[in-house]
């Protein structure tokens, strides 16, 4: 699964890339070589921050898996218990 910026997202990217040059390496870098640049992080550091954040969603949604039975529980077999202790039951 390729990873790709909408066009937006890219702009700034790129705009990114070409200001961080400016301001801390020794040359500029132009537009389509930030560009190009840009794609190779995209294409070969990409998918490991995708897969990482892939990781942690999957153990954050587990997590919240573990606590449905907690949320959602109901105690079963109320009717008699709910009688003895002078509730109202159907008659």
């Known amino acids: 699964m390729a990873i790709e910026l909408n066009k937006d997202a890219r702009r700034e990217a790129i ?7 400016r301001e801390n390496m020794e040359e500029p870098i132009g537009n389509i070589a930030a560009g190009g640049l840009l ?9 490991a921050i995708y897969n990482q954040a892939v990781a942690d969603v999957q153990v954050r949604l587990q997590a919240r898996v573990m606590e449905l ?3 959602v529980h109901e105690e079963e077999f109320q009717y008699w218990r709910k009688m003895e202790r002078g509730g109202k039951g159907r008659r």
């Open 39 to 47: 794609g190779f992080f995209l294409e070969e550091i990409g998918p």
């Open 69 to 71: 039975d907690i949320e």
């Open 15 to 21: 705009a990114s890339i070409e200001r961080y040059f």
